[in-house]
């Protein structure tokens, strides 16, 4: 079981990226985004089940995606709009029966 994150990178502000994390051998599990910014704790950035039920920070709403392709085992996060407050690390997650997995994250920087 391994989650790897990619796509994080530095943009202006009001531009997009596309996080997508790469979920290998996690078949049907709920996935999620989260971020911690620095002297933050970790937060919910946005979750989608395995049924494709979809739950979003209000932060984000109106501006991030979440989506799943299940043949591939992958999950995006498209980010647009993206605010100098969007600036954190962005972690991967999934979990199934009691048990989460976190992969490494990546960092988005968004300049004023």
């Known amino acids: 079981v391994q989650l790897q994150a990619s796509g994080g990178g530095l943009v202006q502000a009001g531009g997009s990226l596309r996080l997508s994390c790469a979920a290998s051998g996690m078949f049907r599990y709920d996935m999620g985004w989260y971020r911690q910014a620095p002297g933050k704790r970790r937060e919910l950035v946005a979750a989608?089940?395995?049924?494709?039920?979809?739950n979003y920070a209000d932060s984000v709403k109106g501006r991030f995606t979440i989506s799943r392709d299940n043949a591939k085992h992958t999950v995006q996060l498209q980010m647009n709009s993206l605010k100098p407050e969007d600036t954190a690390v962005y972690y991967c997650?999934?979990?199934?029966?009691?048990?989460?997995?976190w992969g490494k994250g990546t960092l988005v920087t968004v300049s004023s």
């Open positions: 989608i089940t395995s049924t494709g039920n979809i």
């Open positions: 997650r999934a979990y199934k029966w009691g048990v989460e997995h």
